[in-house]
């Protein structure tokens, strides 16, 4: 297993002389990324900028992106995991046959000419978006472009980077990883934070109506998560803290507004690329922040009686 | 010695823990102190008469009765004894056994005799995902022992498996056999897609065609010789695995060259369709 790969923005923004997008479309989705990081930028290691790049585009159909791309790759739609695979194999130099490649809709000529423009380049980037990591496959999807960029380091430099979206997904994770150990799907229900996604993953537990209780912050999963889990949020007391009206705060029993954080609350926000930033607040709000409201239930909470130390435990024939 | 039998007499509301319901836990236990065995509903402690009707006393062979699809960790490192479920059962059932055999009269979920060492577990319904798998971020799935699924499967089985026999009676769905490192796969009905990604060694042996990653190449077309022992081995579990030349030989395609991996996918070819391709 490879693990995960990467580096700042800042560092792509100096040295990448190659970078990909698999499954994205950034010049939508992300506008500013082009411009502040990833292609246009001078940098101390690509002093010409855009020139020094290569940028390759690897998705289902064209988009807006594929305008700034050197090479375009169509490929078919849910074979994702097959042509990363394929280029798994390429870079280790194991011999793959035309005819198995053509399910992928690529040329084996277009993958060996990829795997060697990688091994050619200094310093390799891999952005991945939804169009990888949220269709068929999905964390093997995301697995396998992990594992190719480890991989690649046998030869260069090479990272690889999720394209993340929704304000502060990637604080929350990073937030979770060096509190518990693990990034999302936590589980304290025995006092100690167990990991298994799949289980305890919030769209899993909603689907199969595991949960009878639901606090929401900072995101709209009505807006977002299947049905069966937007109608088991409908079901239970579920509680948003938001700043406005949305999908899950008109389904919710208790919707609390507070203040926006970044324009009028203080606190931090985390890059992509898991660099903290510090927002300082511009406006006033009348509104409480999310972490007093979270801090006013905790001290509610924490005055009823400790259920811990009745005996919470039943840890006896633990392994 | 009779069995312990128990019966479910209230439906929880959130999923409950009972690593207790194992043969190693209650054998020599009284009745009275079984009891009062905890088990954990989301994060309150409760007893296991709260749930069951229980009859029964010191015995390894437990009889449970009752839809136990919320009911996590049954068997749990389990070593010793006979578990027999009537109804469905939830997730995680028999993970980390070493021994002893569990036997569901309906369907399971996920987690199905993950990370087990030994022992034999039959589901006769459908089960989840990730039988006989590796936990999350651990390196070793199923070290040993057997299960049979007669239904279907869901994502991932034998996900990192390292040795053990795993038999599915109707389709598993994506991703049979990932990141295997040994042990063995038959699946009586055919998988969906990408079957065998990321294989290091192992076998699968499917008798139905499926659908191939690129990865893997054809290699030959034989009867291997051992396919007739293993044959014997399933037969005592009521499994026929087609061996004979005049019946049809198997593909043997070799991979996942991504790794690159030394696996093996058998995908049995019957005579009719082995004379006319």
């Known amino acids: ?107 084996l000529e277009q993958l060996t000419d990829l795997v060697d423009r990688m091994k050619r380049a200094k310093f390799g980037v891999m952005f991945f978006g939804m169009g990888l990591s949220m269709t068929r496959g999905k964390h093997m999807n995301s697995a396998s472009i992990l594992t190719l960029a480890a991989e690649l380091n046998a030869y260069t430099k090479f990272v690889a980077m999720p394209m993340r979206g929704h304000g502060n997904v990637t604080g929350a994770d990073v937030v979770m990883r060096w509190t518990t150990g693990y990034p999302f799907g936590v589980n304290f229900s025995r006092g100690y934070p167990r990991y298994n996604p799949g289980e305890f ?66 606190g931090t926000g985390y890059r992509m690329d898991e660099i903290p930033l510090p927002l300082r607040p511009a406006l006033r709000s009348p509104y409480p922040t999310d972490e007093d409201v979270v801090r006013r239930i905790h001290q509610a909470v924490a005055e009823k009686p400790d259920w811990m130390a009745a005996g919470g435990q039943t840890t006896t024939t633990q392994i | 010695m009779s069995a312990i039998r128990l019966t479910l007499k209230e439906q929880p509301g959130v999923p409950l823990e ?147 026999t795993i038999v599915i009676g109707d389709t598993a769905k994506d991703f049979a056999g990932l990141q295997m490192k040994g042990g063995n796969i038959v699946l009586l009905a055919g998988a969906e897609l990408r079957t065998g990604a990321w294989m290091i060694r192992g076998t699968i042996i499917s008798l139905k065609p499926i659908a191939m990653l690129p990865t893997f190449r054809l290699a030959r077309s034989y009867n291997p010789e051992f396919l007739r022992l293993y044959a014997r081995f399933l037969s005592g579990l009521g499994i026929t695995l087609p061996c004979a030349a005049d019946e049809g030989r198997y593909d043997l395609y070799s991979g996942d060259v991504s790794v690159p991996g030394k696996g093996e996918i058998f995908v049995w070819q019957p005579a009719e369709a082995a004379a006319s391709r």
């Open chain 2, 18 to 164: 009972t690593e207790v319901l194992s043969p190693d836990a209650l054998a020599d236990l009284a009745h009275d102190e079984i009891r009062s065995l905890p088990v954990q509903l989301g994060k309150r402690r409760r007893r296991l008469d709260d749930f069951f009707e229980i009859e029964g006393e010191r015995s390894d062979e437990i009889e449970v009765h009752g839809d136990l699809s919320l009911l996590k960790w049954i068997g749990r490192g389990m070593s010793r004894g006979r578990l027999t479920i009537h109804g469905n059962v939830g997730m995680h059932l028999g993970a980390y056994m070493t021994g002893g055999s569990i036997e569901v009269h309906g369907d399971a979920g996920d987690w199905v005799g993950a990370e087990m060492g030994d022992g034999l577990i039959s589901v006769h319904g459908n089960a989840g995902g990730q039988i006989g798998a590796a936990y999350r971020g651990s390196p070793t799935g199923m070290r040993g022992g057997t299960i049979v699924i007669d239904g279907s499967t869901g994502l991932e089985v034998g996900m990192r498996m390292k040795k053990g």
């Open chain 1, 1 to 107: 297993m490879g693990g995960k790969v990467s580096c700042t923005l800042g560092e792509v923004k100096n040295r990448a002389d190659f970078v990909l997008y698999w499954g994205g479309n950034p010049a939508e989705c992300h506008p500013r990324h082009f411009t502040k990081y990833a292609l246009m930028p001078k940098g101390r290691f690509v002093p010409r900028g855009r020139k020094d790049r290569t940028m390759v585009l690897v998705d289902i159909r064209e988009t807006k992106s594929v305008k700034a791309a050197d090479i375009f790759l169509q490929i078919r739609p849910g074979k994702d995991f097959e042509a990363l695979s394929i280029l798994r194999a390429l870079v280790k130099g194991q011999h793959v046959d035309e005819k198995q490649v053509a399910e992928t809709g690529l040329t």
């Open chain 1, 201 to 266: 993953s919030t769209v899993d537990l909603l689907v199969r109506g595991d949960v009878d209780a639901a606090l929401i912050l900072g995101a709209d999963p009505g807006a977002t998560m299947p049905q069966p889990a937007i109608d088991h949020l409908a079901r239970i007391p579920t509680v948003v803290l938001d700043p406005k009206v949305t999908h899950t705060s008109r389904l919710a029993r208790v919707h609390i507004t507070t203040a926006v954080t970044g324009i009028s609350a203080p």
